[in-house]
């Protein structure tokens, strides 16, 4: 099972940015969380990983609370484009391998 | 850079009969594993190879069956298809076990009739 808890749905305003929030409440301490998203009919795209601090690349960044127990993705400034399904997941990549647990994930729908 | 190449990409199948997919990772990566998605289940983990040992297994019947070649590329098959197979197949590639980033191949459509 999915050890992470995500909204359903979310909208966001084009340009404007899009914050996802994610619940891992039971997150150890070995375990990343990690950010894909799947644009309609596509596989799944690797955006951001994290331990404890926060990351930034060039699609999003990643804030991760001080005790690891919830974290945000932000787009900052979300296009048609970013219209998809966000997946959070924590792993620990020691234990588990590449092996990825899904869960329902959010549809973001980002409109003009 | 190629990214991971799933063929084929569409294919219809009848029950009971048999079907193999293919994936080629990412040139240099060692690490393949299979993803199924439906719109009941969603994704679900399959299997994962590394240096063509199979490393980890999801929780699907033995009809489900995969290897992987010395060159990286896998294969996945399914025998004694069953309506419930209907899915996308989904193949991922990564430089090696812990790796923090996956490629998605395509995938390839399976319908079972």
């Known amino acids: 099972d999915a050890k992470t808890t995500q909204p359903p749905s979310m909208d966001c305003a084009e340009g404007r940015a899009a914050n996802l929030p994610c619940n891992h409440s039971t997150i150890s301490g070995n375990e990343y969380v990690y950010w894909y998203r799947q644009i309609h009919s596509q596989g799944p795209q690797y955006i951001i990983h994290?331990?404890?601090n926060n990351e930034t690349n060039e699609m999003a960044s990643l804030i991760i609370t001080e005790d690891r127990k919830s974290s945000t993705l932000i787009l900052p400034h979300a296009t048609l484009r970013d219209t998809a399904v966000y997946y959070c997941i924590v792993r620990d990549p020691m234990e588990y391998g590449n092996k990825l647990v899904f869960g329902a994930g959010t549809i973001l729908r980002v409109k003009s | 850079k190629a990214g991971v190449t799933q063929t084929p990409r569409y294919l219809i199948k009848t029950r009971g009969q048999q079907v193999t997919l293919s994936c080629s990772p990412i040139s240099g990566h060692r690490s393949v594993s299979w993803y199924q998605q439906t719109p009941g289940q969603g994704l679900q983990f399959l299997f994962e190879y590394f240096s063509e040992t199979q490393r980890n297994k999801g929780n699907f019947p033995g009809r489900f069956s995969g290897r992987q070649f010395s060159n990286s590329r896998s294969e996945m098959n399914v025998s004694t298809l069953e309506l419930g197979d209907s899915a996308l197949y989904l193949c991922?590639?990564?430089w090696g076990l812990g790796s923090y980033e996956q490629y998605f191949g395509p995938g390839t459509r399976l319908t079972v009739t």
């Open positions: 994290g331990l404890k």
């Open positions: 991922a590639s990564s």
